[in-house]
């Protein structure tokens, strides 16, 4: 196996996850992206989505998260996401419960720009649900 | 002069204010830790925020720069954050910052500028009603809780609201930096327009950008000032029970001291008392 590249997972109350993993997949801005050793540098925001591990030093695991963004460079990815919940945590009423917030916000908007931001936060917290 | 009674009144009333302080003190030492913890666990993010929007700022420059990044241009109108705890009884620990904001502030009017005022905590909103009533913009209160996300947010939000209608030029916040638990010092940092730190070492690796710089930033920045306020909040409960710690315990230590004296001179007075019975029995039979 190539090189591993060294995760971290962070929310703004604490540490969640650092360790050495083969990929990781995250729910980019611009579509789903797997990261392995030696990706080039870059920078991304996150939509809401799950963050896949394979291959860390435990089990493969999963984790919903909430927006954020991910730096990225070829040894290290960081991920900073504004909520991130384990996937083991997450079913169909929490993802309910997101959805109507999201759709609160929509109605609560006052520019353009956060609206149009929610929006986009209950189409992809909708299609999760769909899929689940 | 003060009757054997009297004392030994004065004698409980200092104890059960002393098992109050030690009660508090035990209390402020178990609440230490958890806060502790919690503020060293949020530094991770607050770190690394830090980092990429210096990276992203170096290459984001010029008029297309954000506001929050760039700030207005002008440095007329300040917005002043103070962060203080919403109880007492931690020794100088809110006064300290108190005191700091005071003098921030008074600089800041002896310069001519227009200064408004936020408060979070009721200490800071209670001390510095008298003089700067009028300049309040918004207070908030802590709450009993341990500072969140929850709380941060709103007030962040109104910080960018304000910002963003153009109002202010330069925000500043204030408050404890929790360095060890016998330390907290209280300091002023800018938080609009950002602080961007400058790297001495060699260029900023070069970065892709998805979807681009300047969304990326306009996301991140607001982000930052929340990260900002929770970790300024977090720091300020972690000072706070130190303090509070640091105080009681110096309370309770005063209070044994008192008790010690007290009694001491309650005996001697009951001694005294006795001995004069006893030559007043003596002389009476020898009279006789």
New interface residues.
């Given amino acids: 196996m190539a090189d591993k590249i060294s995760f971290e997972l962070v929310s703004p109350e604490r540490l969640l996850l650092s360790e050495e993993a083969d990929m990781v997949t995250l729910p980019g801005a611009e579509g789903d992206m797997g990261v392995m050793a030696g990706h080039m540098p870059l920078v991304t925001t996150l939509r809401p989505g799950v963050i896949d591990v394979k291959g860390g030093s435990q089990s493969d695991r999963r984790y919903f998260v909430l927006r954020g963004f991910a730096e990225v460079n070829p040894t290290k990815l960081t991920v900073l996401a504004e909520e991130a919940i384990p996937m083991a945590q997450v079913d169909a009423a929490v993802l309910d419960q997101r959805i109507r917030d999201a759709e609160e916000d929509i109605l609560q908007a006052k520019t353009e720009g956060i609206r149009a931001k929610a929006v986009e936060t209950a189409n992809s917290l909708k299609a999760m649900r769909a899929g689940l | 002069m003060a009757s054997v009674k009297d004392m030994r009144t004065r004698i409980g009333s200092v104890k059960s204010t002393q098992k109050i302080t030690k009660a508090l003190q035990m209390v402020a030492a178990a609440k230490l830790r958890r806060s502790q913890q919690?503020a060293e666990?949020?530094r991770?993010?607050?770190e690394?925020?830090t980092k990429?929007i210096a990276?992203?700022a170096a290459g984001v420059s010029g008029p297309s720069a954000p506001l929050l990044l760039a700030g207005t241009g002008k440095d007329q109108r300040h917005l002043v954050v103070v962060v203080t705890s919403d109880r007492g009884l931690a020794g100088g620990f809110n006064s300290g910052i108190v005191r700091l904001a005071r003098e921030h502030i008074a600089a800041l009017l002896g310069q001519g500028k227009d200064v408004k005022i936020i408060t979070v905590g009721r200490k800071a909103r209670d001390q510095l009603r008298r003089n700067f009533s009028a300049r309040f913009v918004a207070t908030y209160e802590v709450g009993l809780k341990a500072p969140?996300?929850e709380l941060a947010k709103p007030i962040a939000e109104k910080l960018l609201e304000l910002y963003l209608s153009g109002e202010y030029d330069v925000v500043t916040l204030v408050s404890s930096k929790y360095k060890s638990v016998v330390t907290q010092t209280p300091t002023a940092r800018r938080l609009i327009p950002a602080v961007v730190e400058t790297k001495a070492a060699g260029p900023a690796?070069?970065?892709?950008?998805?979807?681009d710089e300047e969304?990326?930033l306009a996301?991140?920045l607001p982000?930052n000032i929340?990260?900002q306020i929770?970790s300024a909040l977090l720091e300020n409960q972690a000072g706070f029970f130190a303090a509070q710690m640091t105080a009681m315990d110096n309370a309770t230590r005063n209070a044994g001291d008192l008790i010690n004296t007290l009694t001491i001179k309650m005996n001697r007075t009951r001694q005294a008392q006795i001995t004069k019975e006893l030559i007043e029995i003596i002389s009476g039979a020898s009279a006789l």
């Fill in positions: 919690a666990s949020a991770p993010y607050a690394r925020m990429v990276n992203l969140n996300l690796p070069f970065y892709e950008y998805e979807p969304t990326i996301a991140l982000q929340t990260v929770l």
